[in-house]
DNA sequence: AAATACAAACTAACATCATTAGTTTATTTT
DNA sequence: AAAATAAACTAATGATGTTAGTTTGTATTT
């Protein structure tokens, strides 16, 4: 059952490694070389267990969305009281903890591998069941939730950048944010 | 005056070939090899006009956030009626259009680049404008313009990314996001 | 008009990177 | 113990960015 090769190395142990590298040193400057040195082996061996850098970061966006969704899911469960910020704060939290992974979550989703997309629509799902409250008209519920991964992705992606500048009260800005989206998409009375 | 040499060639040429490359291939695709042949150059020959790669990713920002402040300056001349909306049409048109030059204009501005540094702050600038119906308080006009850049730019890097999937209505998606974003952000009565 | 200066091209060379092919070796299975 | 297999290796190739040094065409100066 239980197969040991030289160096206990699998496919997983090297995705592993890669999205530790790459959250450290951004996930442009990621390099088979480096991973390779970090494992203790040369650059073509890695080959053992992934097809190739693409096919390296393929398997990153998976782990990344499956973090990504569980750090959502998490933080649904935990705060009842206000779901839609705690999902905001945990996915932003999440870019910020994790910014190698999430650059990589981010590539076009190829549709031979099902897992992926299938991540994909558990996080819209669980986007758009935050706006049941609302009790909005489905093709409004698509905009809604557009909207929403806009802001956080936005939100994150600038901040990930230096975008916003001085980094003052962030949290703030991200509190605000979403707080006057959830407060447009309230019926008028 | 007048100085022509051999190939008609200057720094502002060779920007203008490297936008217009990465706006074909994707900004990560851009290659000093693939420039230089479409110049006709052989690839040392670049660097009499650029100083390396890093240093043309750096004129592509600039050159992509000078004609993204004249995409939203034009919308908020042209259309008086709601200049929110017209300017969240012409950020997210501009980044569509020009894709490789938008992704060069998120690269985290050097400091030791006055113009950079301007032009960042004149876009900020442009959209605290917007906020004034609001009347807002200082440091709510500056979440208010977080808010506002994070949604535009990430519906434009989700959309441009494939996150949407199925691209349908998005026109609809980003009017309905910031017309509740606007109505979020109006005094309560 | 001839000589000089200079900018912009070139060739040659190097380091780094991803990738492929073929070989060795250690572990597992028979 | 022998055979099979998986995972490491070496060697080699083609791209890429970059530097150094050289040639050459245009522009300026004499």
Redesign the interface.
């Known amino acids: 059952m239980s197969r040991k090769k030289r160096a206990g190395l699998d496919t997983d142990a090297v995705v592993q490694e890669a999205i530790q590298l790459a959250d450290e040193l951004g996930y442009?400057k990621l390099t088979l070389a480096a991973l390779a040195a970090r494992l203790g082996i040369k650059t073509p061996s890695l080959y053992n267990h992934i097809q190739g850098l693409d096919d390296l970061r393929q398997r990153m966006a998976i782990h990344g969305l499956e973090g990504l969704y569980s750090a959502l899911l998490h933080a649904v469960k935990l705060d009842a009281g206000n779901p839609i910020q705690a999902v905001a704060e945990a996915y932003v939290a999440f870019a910020d903890e994790n910014p190698g992974v999430y650059a990589a979550s981010?590539?076009?989703?190829d549709a031979q591998v099902p897992r992926w997309q299938e991540l994909?629509e558990q996080i819209?799902q669980l986007i758009s069941n935050l706006a049941e409250p609302y009790s909005l008209e489905p093709?409004?519920v698509?905009?809604?939730v557009?909207?929403f991964?806009?802001?956080?992705?936005?939100?994150a992606?600038?901040r990930q950048?230096?975008?916003?500048?001085m980094p003052i009260?962030?949290d703030?800005?991200l509190q605000?944010?979403v707080?006057?989206?959830?407060?447009?998409?309230q019926p008028?009375r």
Request: glycine share 16%; no cysteine.
């Open positions: 442009d981010l590539l076009a989703p994909g819209v093709d409004e698509i905009h809604w557009r909207g991964r806009s802001m956080l992705h936005g939100f992606s600038l950048a230096g975008g916003f500048g009260a962030l703030e800005s605000y944010m707080k006057t989206y959830m407060r447009g998409a008028q």
